[in-house]
């Protein structure tokens, strides 16, 4: 069944499906922007991303070249010879080390990274989603994503963050979003000269917008992110996991948003009304 919501499902941002949600949303995002971006650009799902720098490189773009793996690791198993018998190497030592949960969600973590079709390809956009970890203060994953948001603008990318969680604590931006902003996405354009630092804000009831997207000179793509959303809510089959019947989901919401949330889910059937017309 499609969400009730006009945009984001507030009961589906504390709920742990929010991290498949967040896979397919990005798998949407790449298969909604492929065709415009084609045959100049191409999107790519990555958990890594190079820096170069826009300002150094010819037409506002980040070179790749040269970023080869320092170590290459082929397929083929080593053998320890004896005379004429081939053994098999052992380990001398050995250890296992194990990831934290914090470094371990954040290696599974991907983001959009828009390339120019060039041999070597250039990196000119990448694209955020934020996750929980990512708001959380002190968290590996939060402490990764500022180091890597910094490297990326600071090399040159156009920088785009969605944040579809009200709750956490959003990464600094250098614009002031407006108090009655629920959801946003910062956008910071890189320029021959430094950067525009944009906000895109809306509130709970509003549809989520569709964004531009940055490119080269004057290129620009378009992510319907209400498409993004959909699509893999009815896939993955969200509201199987969704209690309209709760409370509202932390953070508290304003008293104005409890009353229309609680109309909107009576009148798609999610929530019972009162006998003699009186509503619950």
Same mark, same amino acid.
């Given at each position: 069944?499609?969400?009730?919501?006009?945009?984001?499902?507030?009961?589906?941002?504390? #709920?742990?499906?929010?991290?498949?949600?967040?896979?397919?949303?990005?798998?949407?995002?790449?298969?909604?922007?492929? *065709?415009?971006?084609?045959?100049?650009?191409?999107?790519?799902?990555? &958990?890594?991303?190079?820096?170069?720098?826009? %300002?150094?490189?010819?037409?506002?773009? $980040?070179?790749?070249?040269?970023?080869?793996?320092?170590?290459?690791? !082929?397929?083929?198993?080593?053998?320890?010879?004896?005379?004429?018998?081939?053994?098999?190497?052992? *380990?001398?030592? /050995?250890?296992?080390?194990?990831?934290?949960?914090?470094?371990?969600?954040?290696?599974?973590?991907?983001?959009?990274? $828009?390339?120019?079709?060039?041999?070597?390809?250039?990196?000119?956009?990448? $694209?955020?989603?934020?996750?929980?970890? #990512?708001?959380? @203060?002190?968290?590996? !994953?939060?402490?990764?994503?500022?180091?890597?948001?910094?490297?990326?603008?600071?090399?040159?990318?156009? %920088?785009?963050?969605?944040?579809?969680?009200?709750?956490?604590?959003?990464?600094?931006?250098?614009?002031?979003?407006?108090? /009655?902003?629920?959801? =946003?996405?910062?956008?910071?354009?890189?320029?021959?000269?430094?950067?525009?630092?944009?906000?895109?804000? %809306?509130?709970?009831?509003? @549809?989520?917008?569709?964004?531009?997207?940055?490119?080269?000179?004057?290129?620009?793509?378009?992510?319907?992110?209400? &498409? +993004?959303? &959909?699509?893999?809510?009815?896939?993955?089959?969200?509201?199987?996991?969704?209690? +309209?019947?709760?409370?509202?989901?932390?953070? /508290? =919401?304003?008293? /104005?948003?409890?009353? %229309?949330?609680?109309? =909107?889910?009576?009148?798609?059937? =999610?929530?019972?009304?009162?006998?003699?017309?009186?509503?619950?």
């Amino acid at each position: 069944m499609p969400t009730p919501f006009p945009g984001m499902d507030p009961f589906l941002e504390a #709920n742990p499906l929010f991290q498949e949600l967040h896979t397919q949303m990005l798998a949407e995002m790449q298969a909604l922007l492929q *065709p415009q971006l084609r045959p100049k650009y191409v999107a790519r799902l990555e &958990r890594h991303l190079s820096e170069g720098s826009v %300002w150094d490189a010819p037409q506002g773009t $980040i070179s790749l070249e040269r970023k080869e793996p320092d170590v290459a690791i !082929a397929s083929r198993v080593a053998h320890q010879h004896t005379g004429s018998v081939a053994m098999l190497a052992q *380990p001398s030592a /050995s250890t296992a080390e194990d990831l934290d949960a914090d470094e371990l969600q954040l290696r599974k973590q991907r983001r959009i990274v $828009i390339y120019v079709q060039d041999r070597p390809r250039l990196a000119v956009t990448g $694209i955020e989603l934020l996750s929980l970890g #990512n708001k959380q @203060p002190g968290a590996v !994953a939060q402490q990764r994503y500022l180091e890597k948001r910094a490297s990326a603008l600071h090399g040159g990318l156009h %920088w785009v963050e969605i944040d579809l969680l009200r709750g956490g604590v959003r990464p600094p931006i250098p614009v002031q979003p407006p108090d /009655s902003a629920d959801y =946003l996405t910062y956008v910071a354009q890189a320029t021959p000269t430094g950067w525009n630092h944009l906000v895109y804000a %809306w509130a709970l009831r509003d @549809p989520l917008p569709v964004l531009p997207i940055p490119l080269l000179g004057e290129d620009q793509a378009q992510l319907d992110l209400g &498409r +993004c959303f &959909r699509a893999p809510y009815d896939r993955i089959a969200a509201d199987d996991d969704v209690d +309209c019947t709760a409370a509202p989901p932390a953070p /508290s =919401l304003r008293r /104005s948003d409890v009353r %229309w949330m609680s109309e =909107l889910l009576r009148d798609h059937g =999610l929530r019972k009304r009162r006998r003699g017309g009186r509503r619950q």
